[in-house]
Each structure stands twice: as structure tokens, then as C-alpha cells.
């Protein structure tokens, strides 16, 4: 892993996990997260676009990306891994302007 891609995984943990966030659980900042890889027609992990997830929301619970797949998930939530990757982005800019 790359000094550039460490800092980018630590600056998209620092958000906390952005389901939760959009769910507006509270007292997320800083929660501890694991970086899902939204990975399109078979890209490579190291080339694919990340969010933050909580390890409920991302392996372990029965409502999580890893056990329902992307469409159950999207269904389930109400939002894709497109959708939270662009809240994402808003969060990382909004952050960037402070």
C-alpha cells in the first residue's frame, strides 16, 4: 500500500461510518470503520473507489453489503454504494473547506 493510498483510507476513517451517518446515528465521528472497495465490472481493489463502513454495515451484520450483495443492500437501506460514495465525497470536500 502506498504512503498516498494509507492517507486517503485514514481520512476516509476519520468520517465514521457513512450509513450510520445517513441513518443519523449518533456519536459516529471517528467510530471504528473498515474501508469498503465499490468495485465495477471486476476492478482491481487497488483501482476502485472506497467508503467507510462500520463492520455491521460492512461484513457482519445480517443487513451488511458482504451478506446481502449490491442490490439487496441498496434495496434494503434505500441507498446503493453509489449514493453513499457520493455523500462520501460531499463529506471529504465539506471537511477540505474547513
Not at 472497495?37 to 482491481?44: A, D, E, T, V
Not at 451488511?64 to 446503493?80: D, R
Amino acid at each position: 500500500m502506498t504512503k498516498a493510498e494509507k492517507q486517503k483510507y485514514a481520512q476516509l476513517a476519520r468520517l465514521g461510518c457513512i450509513l450510520c451517518r445517513q441513518k443519523e446515528v449518533k456519536n459516529i465521528d471517528d467510530s471504528p470503520v473498515e474501508i469498503h472497495h465499490i468495485r465495477r465490472f471486476g476492478q482491481k481493489r487497488s483501482n476502485s473507489e472506497a467508503i467507510p463502513l462500520c463492520m455491521w454495515h460492512h461484513r457482519l451484520g445480517n443487513h451488511s453489503v458482504h451478506t446481502l450483495g449490491h442490490k439487496g443492500f441498496a434495496n434494503y437501506w434505500g441507498m446503493s454504494e453509489e449514493d453513499l460514495l457520493e455523500k462520501t465525497k460531499e463529506l471529504l470536500e465539506l471537511r477540505k473547506e474547513n
